[in-house]
T-cell receptor, first 117, second 111 residues
Framework: KAGVTQTPRYLIKTRGQQVTLSCSPI?????VSWYQQTPGQGLQFLFE???????NKGNFPGRFSGRQFSNSRSEMNVSTLELGDSALYLC????????????????FGEGSRLTVL | QKEVEQNSGPLSVPEGAIASLNCTYS??????FFWYRQYSGKSPELIMS????GDKEDGRFTAQLNKASQYVSLLIRDSQPSDSATYLC???????????FGSGTRLSIRP
């Protein structure tokens, strides 16, 4: 069974540009969560999608947005990039975040490492 | 106040000993708790999940949960050098749509 796939793995952007990151969850997983990981802040929750609906959002500015498609694939977008957006962006999929056994068990992709110059 | 708190370490444990990692959380409505291991340069991987008070054992790993004290712990028996990693405690919040991670405890197993 294929794992969570994130693309691109590495990217370099300049301040003011925008970026779109993609995530393909494990087949059958309907919940997709996004996290930002930096050395100073650790893993910070960005948002969670289930069945194309954003169910929760972390404390990030509106420049950070996302969406989920009917096949559960998800994208996140960061507009007007700032130097502080340099981070590893991790996507994680789950069968569901509520109901039944294995609730909330996240499976992470390898991440997209964004560098903003 | 941080929602999930862990001692950042590093925690140094001799090979073969028991490593004990601790975590506290603030959301009393939380029902699901997890431990992830993250090797340097890699993504977090799930090693244990626990949903009810008490102990849950899986091989060399034992997770302990005390909801009244809002406390989760992970014990690693017979520690091996390959256990050297950062261990992240994670808690599903009461909305059941958000999993919050602690900042992680760096564990080092010395031969």
């Amino acid at each position: 069974k294929a794992g969570v796939t994130q693309t691109p793995r590495y990217l370099i952007k300049t301040r003011g540009q925008q970026v779109t990151l993609s995530c393909s969850p494990i087949s059958g997983h309907r919940s997709v969560s996004w996290y930002q990981q930096t050395p100073g802040q650790g893993l910070q929750f960005l948002f969670e999608y289930f069945s194309e609906t954003q169910r929760n959002k972390g404390n990030f500015p509106g420049r950070f947005s996302g969406r989920q498609f009917s096949n559960s694939r998800s994208e996140m977008n960061v507009s007007t990039l700032e130097l502080g957006d340099s981070a590893l962006y991790l996507c994680a999929s789950s069968l569901a975040l509520a109901g039944g056994p294995d609730t909330g068990e996240l499976f992470f992709g390898e991440g997209s490492r964004l560098t903003v110059l | 106040q941080k929602e999930v708190e862990q001692n950042s370490g590093p925690l140094s444990v001799p090979e073969g000993a028991i490593a004990s990692l601790n975590c506290t959380y603030s959301d009393r409505g939380s029902q699901s708790f997890f431990w992830y291991r993250q090797y340097s340069g890699k993504s977090p991987e799930l090693i244990m999940s626990i949903y009810s008070n008490g102990d849950k054992e899986d091989g060399r790993f034992t997770a302990q949960l005390n909801k009244a004290s809002q406390y989760v712990s992970l014990l690693i028996r017979d520690s091996q050098p390959s256990d050297s990693a950062t261990y992240l405690c994670a808690v599903m919040d009461s909305s059941a749509s958000k999993i919050i991670f602690g900042s992680g405890t760096r564990l080092s197993i010395r031969p």
